[in-house]
């Protein structure tokens, strides 16, 4: 149940049932506020016999409204408010004003609410501005709110009732499908299509184009379709209002979403060309990394081999993030994900046959844009590389983890071995390996973080990276 209804079985004299009916109605209310073009507030009977409980409050995306305080769930004298009380005794809708400030009216209209039974069970009011009121047609748009509201079918679509926004187009047709309303909005979309005026002409004329409209005439169900027309791409929502087992009215909300098309598509085509980039990058740096291997094996260095090794893994560690990048359309990556590609790749690459390894990987989801990504792709590259090259001198086997977490302020990658731990005189800036120097490099200078080596049961290496860089922030 909704705010409306727990606002209801707390402080109001209704049934269960009749709280229902009002909870289903407050999924549309936000489309009859804008229908209206006002202020709704929504009024029920108060255990106290002498006092008003406001159940539900919204303000309109159509129009400007001086929005009173937020009230829901509160109180009121029913004397304080003789044209809500007026109609929750007698039924009748009432017009009237209110004075909201010194001096400053609004144009107020009230409306009953009825259970099944026919019983009133709350009271609507529209409070608008006197300049709204003399809009041409504004009473067949007020009049369609409320009729609207009182002859909805639930469950409703949430997503075909909507709210409005100032620039749709508001269309209303009668049971004959007569155009008796259109808004501003909505008359200079056909203007652009072409028609000097469109009120008074029927949905069926072939220059208007409703197909959508005769479809809800006939199933009496709401829909909703993109076309193009003209020059325009056109979203267009139907919503028929039923009383007596027939369509009595119909609203028609046209959006012109043209430009918003054009964008998407731009960015469609941005993101296709990023991908394609990607990809030939991934493409190259492996070209490159493939002439590395030959040359490795055509030298009878050991030195050299090592060498082009080391830098075979860099360059592909550099790849595996252009491979993820090729593959999605936003700039960001998901380092545990590259963290574990990354570490199966070196030990394919650099384990030899007869050495038996074990791997431990504990990753959250830790997401960075694509230029911090890979930095840490070679930090992890070069700390997973020398575990292997230098950590298990003269053993059989060992083990290698990998530990990606997270806090408020930070995330923690740990790199860690078995292996024969550190000199007990290492300093990481005393030391001249070229490996050290880039992880050093690219978490002080590039990632803003730090780093930490040291002897535990083996090497433990720590990064700590603040989260300021996450998403590109």
């Known amino acids: 149940m909704g705010v409306i209804g727990d606002v209801c079985r707390k402080i109001t004299v209704l049934s269960p049932t009749q709280i229902e009916i009002l909870d289903k109605l407050s999924g549309i209310f936000p489309l009859v506020c804008d229908l209206a073009h006002a202020q709704l507030t929504v009024y029920t009977k108060a255990s106290d ?6 159940a539900a409050q919204l303000k309109p995306n159509t129009s400007f409204s001086q929005y009173k305080p937020n009230l829901l769930g509160t109180t009121v004298f029913a004397a304080e408010e003789p044209l809500i009380w007026r ?3 007698t039924g009748q809708p009432i017009c009237g004003q209110r004075e909201w400030a010194l001096g400053m009216l609004m144009e107020m209209q009230t409306y009953p609410v009825r259970d099944h039974d026919g019983n009133i069970i709350a009271v609507v009011s529209f409070e608008t501005s006197p300049d709204e009121i003399r809009t041409e047609g504004y009473s067949i748009l007020l009049d ?4 609207l509201l009182v002859n909805a079918r639930s469950p409703f679509d949430v997503k075909l009732y909507r709210a409005l926004s100032a620039s749709d187009g508001i269309i209303i047709t009668d ?3 007569k155009i008796t309303f259109a808004n501003a909005a909505a008359s ?3 203007k652009v299509l072409g028609i000097g005026r469109i009120v008074g002409r029927h949905i069926y004329d072939r220059q208007i184009n409703m197909r959508i409209t005769k479809k809800t005439t006939t199933s009496q169900m709401p829909y909703e379709t993109e076309l193009e027309a003209g020059n325009l791409i056109l979203v267009q929502r139907t919503i028929p209002i039923i009383q007596g087992g027939q369509v009595i009215r119909t609203v028609i909300i046209v959006a012109d979403v043209t430009e918003l098309k054009k964008k998407e598509k731009e960015l469609l085509i941005k993101s296709a060309v990023i991908q394609e980039i990607h ?13 590395l291997r030959l040359q490795a094996r055509r030298t009878n260095s050991l030195q050299v081999k090592a060498a082009l090794r080391e830098s075979v893994n860099r360059i592909l560690s550099i790849s595996v993030v252009h491979e993820f990048l090729s593959q999605q359309d936003a700039e960001i990556i998901d380092v545990a994900e590259v963290a574990k590609n990354i570490l199966d790749l070196v030990i394919q690459n650099m384990l030899e046959p007869d050495f038996n390894l074990q791997t431990i990987f504990n990753g959250e989801t830790v997401i960075l844009p694509s230029e911090q990504a890979s930095s840490l792709a070679l930090v992890i590259n070069e700390l997973i590389q020398n575990s292997i090259e230098h950590g298990f001198i003269g053993r059989p086997e060992g083990l290698i983890g990998v530990d990606i977490a997270t806090n408020q302020e930070t995330y923690r990658i740990e790199i860690y ?13 005393a030391s001249k390996s070229l490996g050290l120097q880039i992880v050093r490099t690219l978490i002080e200078d590039d990632l803003g ?4 080596l040291y002897a535990d049961k083996g090497t433990h290496a720590r990064i700590t990276i603040p989260r300021t860089i996450e998403g590109g922030r």
């Open 175 to 177: 049971e004959r499908g």
């Open 188 to 190: 200079s979309i056909y």
């Open 449 to 452: 973080g730090t780093f930490e």
């Open 144 to 147: 369609t709110a409320y009729t």
């Open 279 to 291: 990809h030939r990058v991934k493409n190259n740096l492996q070209t490159i990394a493939s002439l």
């Open 417 to 429: 071995d078995n292996g024969i731990g550190l000199p007990a005189d290492f300093s990481t800036q």
């Open 87 to 89: 109609t929750m005794s």
């Open 49 to 54: 016999e002498n006092l008003l409980v406001i």
